[in-house]
């Protein structure tokens, strides 16, 4: 008989704070009778199994697996003392520590605050989140630690990404950021396989910086450029929408290897500049603002996204050295139209020309001078488009 326990039962001895698995022998008034795999059984005093509660140790059976932790290897009457509280608690290190291996999310609840952010328990172990790394709902409940909690901020249930995991300094670091951060990434990634170029989304303005808006379409955000918000020239994304704004958008392109989706607003509407000889015609007096001024001339607005130059020749009938002898930027004036150009996007506007049938004088057309003073009209676009 000892031969055979020496050969089917492990010889390795057992350590205190060593985590083991066992099933239930039998229930006595001290506690769980556990086989343990070992020569002697393992005893789970009724003090060291208060986690399972009356229930939990009602519902135990003969059979049963359970974990747990060794206290003392061999007690006085040579049963190992062991306890299914403190291997709960070490479980749970272990689970965490898996998941932070495989990077997975892991879920918890807020059981406190500090100063610095909020204490979750997960698996049985206490973490922290900081301050940084709290938000959505539970960063909107937050209070500093010393005063009373919001309603609804413990208890309150949080997925989050383990930062940091020191089980000999009990120190846990999670973060929620981090793990709304990945599962926009698996958002986006299955986002960007069910996109189609010229497709129009609804989507919620989530955030604007100098260069565009970026949409959330759904779990992932896309990017319309500063220059694919309007038409018409803007110096901020905030002149056309707003944080929290629900606007549709046009796909204008995919990047499926890269993850990025390239969005639209102005592409919703129709080009200004294919409708231009349907609103003005050559000979009409029109209302610009000038926008920009050069060595040869000044570019006017007439219309949402219509811009046409005034030759310098056109400004004044004096000779002028420059645009700014006679306009300045922002100025409104009133401009005949002298020709328009749609398939390349241009058009040519006088001021001198308006003046003059303002004042009921013919100045004719002066193509001709514009020509003479410095080429074709297609050649003064082409050096300083």
Not at 187 to 204: A, D, F, H, S
């Amino acid at each position: 008989m000892a031969d055979l326990l020496d050969l089917y039962v492990p010889s390795k001895a057992l350590r205190r704070g060593e985590i083991i698995d066992g099933k239930v022998m039998s229930k006595t008034g001290e506690g769980l009778l556990v086989n343990i795999g070992y020569k002697s059984e393992g005893l789970v005093p009724g003090r060291e199994m208060r986690t399972l509660g009356p229930e939990g140790v009602e519902e135990l059976g003969i059979g049963d697996e359970i974990i747990a932790y060794v206290i003392n290897p061999e007690g006085p009457d040579g049963s190992s003392i062991l306890s299914i509280d403190r291997a709960r608690g070490e479980q749970g290190w272990r689970i965490l520590e898996k998941s932070m291996e495989s990077d997975e999310t892991v879920k918890g609840k807020i059981i406190g605050s500090n100063r610095g952010g909020a204490v979750v328990e997960s698996e049985g172990v206490q973490g922290f989140i900081p301050l940084s790394q709290l938000i959505g709902p539970a960063r909107e409940l937050y209070v500093p630690g010393g005063e009373p909690p919001k309603e609804g901020f413990i208890g309150m249930e949080v997925e989050f990404k383990i930062v940091e995991l020191n089980r000999r300094r009990n120190r846990a670091i999670f973060s929620e950021r981090a793990a709304l951060q990945a599962w926009k990434q698996v958002q986006k990634m299955r986002l960007v396989q069910e996109l189609n170029e010229g497709e129009i989304r609804r989507g919620r303005v989530a955030g604007i910086s100098n260069f565009g808006a970026f949409v959330d379409l759904g779990g992932a955000d896309g990017l319309i450029h500063i220059s694919e918000l309007s038409w018409e020239p803007i110096k901020s994304p905030e002149e056309v929408v707003t944080v929290g704004d629900e606007i549709d958008v046009f796909i204008l392109k995919v990047d499926r290897e890269n993850l990025k989706i390239a969005l639209s607003l102005r592409r919703l509407k129709p080009e200004p500049w294919d409708e231009v000889e349907n609103k003005f015609e050559v000979g009409e007096t029109v209302n610009g603002v000038v926008t920009k001024l050069a060595n040869f001339g000044a570019f006017a607005r007439i219309d949402a996204g219509i811009e046409g130059l005034i030759h310098i020749s056109e400004l004044s009938h004096q000779v002028i050295k420059h645009p700014r002898d006679v306009v300045n930027e922002g100025d409104e004036l009133k401009l005949k139209i002298i020709r328009i150009e749609p398939d390349r996007r241009r058009l040519g506007l006088s001021l001198k020309q308006a003046q003059d049938e303002e004042a009921g004088i013919d100045g004719g057309t002066s193509n001709e001078s514009i020509e003479d003073s410095a080429g074709s009209f297609e050649d003064i676009f082409e050096k300083n488009d």
